[in-house]
């Protein structure tokens, strides 16, 4: 006899992949410079597929891309672009790839004025009373923006940076647990409240 799974998010599905990242990732905040930006860059990557497929091949992109340290990104030029567009490990998309090196750049910049990439990322985490009160699956889901991630991609945009969508940003906060959007229910939704309320933010 096994233990009952636990309750999940919907979106989590069946995959064990999925459920794994959902349970111990997706959601908990994070102040890493570095998973900001390994984040923010797969986001870019997703844009037209699905999350699970670029889940499938993290560990592919984190390979090809020097573990996503922004430094060394930032320094690719066009062989190492030659050399990403050949590796069927990811997803071989030129437009998206130049991308990610012209945001390592960028990111360059923000971590000189800011400190840290925490520190400007953190600095749109929502105030608790403009989120909303609604965790049922039906509204999370038609929640793909907000606010915050609209400001969040239009300064982005202004330095620079590219597939910084609103949505992209709004999906890039509710898995840095800038947010919590797991749905009522969900056994991951209390512990990432209590953690969401010891994390010091940058």
């Known amino acids: 006899m096994t233990d009952a799974e636990p309750v999940r998010c919907p979106w989590a599905g069946a995959d064990p992949l999925y459920q794994s990242y959902h349970d111990t ?4 905040p994070v102040e890493s410079d570095t998973r900001l930006f390994e984040k923010l860059c797969l986001e870019g990557f997703q844009s037209g597929l699905s ?5 499938k091949k993290r560990e592919n992109f984190r390979a090809a891309f020097a573990r996503f340290d922004i430094d060394t990104v930032a320094a690719f030029d066009e062989p190492d672009i030659d050399r990403l567009l050949a590796d069927a490990g990811i997803v071989r998309h030129r437009g998206k790839i130049v991308s990610t090196i012209n945001n390592a750049r960028r990111a ?5 004025e800011f400190g840290s990439l925490a520190t400007y990322f953190w600095s749109f985490e929502p105030r608790p009373e403009d989120r909303p009160t609604d965790y049922s ?6 929640q793909a923006t907000s ?3 609209i400001r969040l991609s239009k300064d982005l945009k202004k330095r620079g940076f ?5 949505t992209t940003c ?7 647990g800038l947010v919590n959007d797991h749905v009522e229910g969900c056994h991951c939704r209390a512990p990432i409240e209590a953690q969401r309320a010891r994390f010091v933010r940058p």
């Open 108 to 112: 360059q910049a923000l971590r000189d």
């Open 25 to 28: 990732e997706w959601g908990y």
């Open 147 to 149: 606010p915050e991630s």
């Open 137 to 142: 699956w039906d509204s999370l889901r038609q």
């Open 162 to 166: 590219s597939f910084v969508g609103p």
């Open 51 to 55: 999350w699970l497929t670029i889940l």
């Open 170 to 176: 709004y999906a890039f906060m509710q898995a840095m």
